[in-house]
């Protein structure tokens, strides 16, 4: 049951990815990880926390265009293994020479991997979607970057991540969030949490949400939130979420204040959920618990299945 993974959440980071035919493994200066959806969120937070890599994730067909594409590894991620871009994008690499590997817990992927000799890490299938099973996705990427020191780390979010904790919080955001659109903003540097915030509202409470990080949405998109008397009805729907992390840059945090301030005195609703842990990627998924539990307890209230995403089916079933 969905339940059961969420509350299991925190024992992913537990788990030791292994690197099959991993002789066959070259270590690169850059990386690009190539998914869709839930596939590469990942990768997103990875490179949140290590801005110093270069790291870049490719959600489209083919492969981006590569400089210098001799020091490049191409991590091919998907869930399913099924991934039709994911797969093209594997393809491409294959037949330009490009160093690659796959992340996936089954499928297509990984018979092309072992068809190949390309090294792989098969994640456990937890019988769901791929956003569910993130602590999983983390560790194999950075288990096939070569990334041991980050590695270690996760390992420890097993026993720090509070899963009861999260499910309080959760419970009584979504409570605040009924018949709202959730509007998640952060500082650039949790901007893929936030991004992932919004996801997980969207997939699993199958309603629109949207983020932005500060400082740029100080520069276009908080316009939009200038109500009048004739745009009241609009905005009153909105309801923001800022992702405060006390560590973050002074300029953010200020600027944080300032726009909360000017969305209160709007009459709009601002809830400041403040990242806790002792290290950025605690943080990160700290939060992100939350969000499962904020998103799963307002597909209740909606009478949604907070698991299924029948309408990327139905388009799945269209253009194939």
């Not at 091919?76 to 037949?95: Q, R, V």
């Amino acid at each position: 049951m969905l339940i059961d993974i969420l509350r299991d959440f925190p024992k992913q980071f537990s788990w030791e990815p292994k690197i099959e035919n991993e002789k066959n493994l070259r270590q690169k200066d850059n990386f690009i990880v190539a998914g869709m959806g839930g596939s590469h969120l990942s990768a997103g937070i990875i490179k949140s926390l290590l801005p110093e890599i270069d790291i870049y994730v490719h959600s489209d067909y083919g492969l981006p265009n590569m400089a210098n594409p001799d020091n490049a590894l191409v991590i091919a991620s998907s869930y399913s293994g099924n991934t039709e871009e994911t797969i093209g994008a594997l393809d491409t690499a294959m037949k330009n020479n490009i160093s690659c590997a796959v992340v996936a817990s089954g499928g297509k992927l990984i018979e092309i991997a072992k068809e190949n000799n390309l090294p792989y890490v098969k994640m456990p299938d937890i019988k769901s979607q791929p956003r569910f099973a993130l602590g999983y996705s983390f560790v194999s990427i950075l288990k096939m970057m070569g990334e041991n020191s980050l590695l270690n780390q996760a390992g420890m979010l097993a026993e720090k991540l509070n899963s009861k904790k999260a499910e309080e919080k959760g419970a009584e955001l979504s409570k605040k969030l009924q018949n709202k659109i959730p509007v998640i903003y952060s500082s650039a540097k949790y901007g893929p949490a936030a991004y992932i915030w919004k996801i997980k509202f969207n997939e699993t409470s199958k309603i629109p949400a949207f983020f932005n990080v500060f400082p740029e949405l100080n520069h276009n998109e908080m316009t939009g939130f200038d109500t009048k008397e004739k745009t009241f009805q609009l905005m009153e729907k909105f309801h923001f979420i800022f992702l405060k992390d006390q560590d973050d840059n002074p300029h953010a945090l200020r600027r944080m204040e300032a726009t909360r301030n000017l969305l209160e005195k709007q009459e709009l609703k601002v809830e400041v959920l403040t990242l806790e842990g002792e290290s950025p990627m605690r943080k990160v998924f700290d939060s992100l618990m939350v969000a499962d539990w904020a998103s799963y307890y307002l597909a209740e209230f909606y009478g949604n299945d907070p698991e299924r995403v029948p309408i990327v089916e139905e388009f799945k079933k269209i253009i194939s």
